[in-house]
């Protein structure tokens, strides 16, 4: 199978490459593309970024790029609630892999806050995102379950965080089958960026990619929630 396969909604870009490194570099330069004219049209950009371990080849490709850096923010669509010093910290992937070289001087708002609960930490996370401006570059990821950031399949909090009006902007999110639980940007305010990317590799997530395409069923498969335009796809085998 092929992502040309796939029937996509008029609006979404599907693009494929021949294997990781031509993607990471692919992706790299579109979203670098993007922040320079965020930059040039309002002064700073704003980019979020998913962690795990699939976008390191991308964070260090964008690390690369020639921008300028001290006007960009970066923040994260996700947290576990560990420690920044942990080694299963999605900020702390980014600071190891992103905000390197040149790339140092861009600002990191960070989710993860230590807290008496699960909860407590996604209320200060939320006040934390007051000084997070319009998104001008998201970069997603999907699980095999077909979750993305971590809004996972039938989680509790689940449909309050895919609310299209929903106020909330950060919730927490129990991870069912991985030991760290979650903090997770919402739908409302990932689906407001300007520029929405999905990064995937392997025929196993494009068939994921295309039951969710045939289903549409968000509680079951989140990632549905942003198969629609604006969006731009970036696979490889």
């Known amino acids: 199978m092929a992502i040309s396969d796939l029937e996509f909604p008029a609006g979404v ?25 965020a930059i040039d049209s309002h002064g700073t950009a704003t980019l979020v ?4 371990r699939s976008p390191i080849a991308f964070f260090k490709a964008l690390a690369q790029q020639r921008l300028s850096w001290a006007k960009v923010l970066v ?21 190891r892999h ?15 806050h230590s807290a008496g609960s699960l909860e407590e930490a996604a209320t200060l996370t939320e006040q934390a995102l007051n000084d997070l401006p319009p998104i001008d570059v998201l970069v997603l990821g999907m699980g095999t379950d077909g979750h993305t950031a971590s809004l996972f399949p039938n ?66 498969m989140p990632i549905s929630a942003f198969l629609g335009a604006p969006l731009e796809i970036y696979w490889c085998p």
């Not at 970024?49 to 795990?52: F, L």
């Not at 576990?80 to 900020?91: C, G, I, L, Q, T």
């Open 98 to 112: 992103l905000l390197q070289g040149p790339a140092a001087e861009a600002r990191l708002l960070g989710l993860y």
């Open 13 to 37: 870009v599907a693009r494929s490459h021949d294997n990781s490194q031509h993607l990471a570099q692919a992706l790299a330069d579109r979203v670098a593309g993007a922040l320079r004219d």
């Open 155 to 220: 989680s509790p909090n689940l449909d309050e965080a895919l609310r299209g009006d929903g106020e909330r902007r950060c919730l927490p999110m129990l991870a069912p089958a991985v030991p760290h639980q979650r903090l997770t940007l919402t739908l409302p305010l990932l689906k407001a960026a300007r520029l929405q990317l999905l990064s995937i590799e392997g025929e196993g997530k494009l068939r994921v990619l295309e039951q969710a395409l045939e289903h549409r069923d968000h509680k079951k």
């Open 75 to 95: 923040s994260l669509a996700d947290e576990r609630w560990v420690p920044v010093a942990h080694e299963d910290s999605n900020e702390a992937l980014v600071r």
């Open 49 to 52: 970024v998913s962690g795990g």
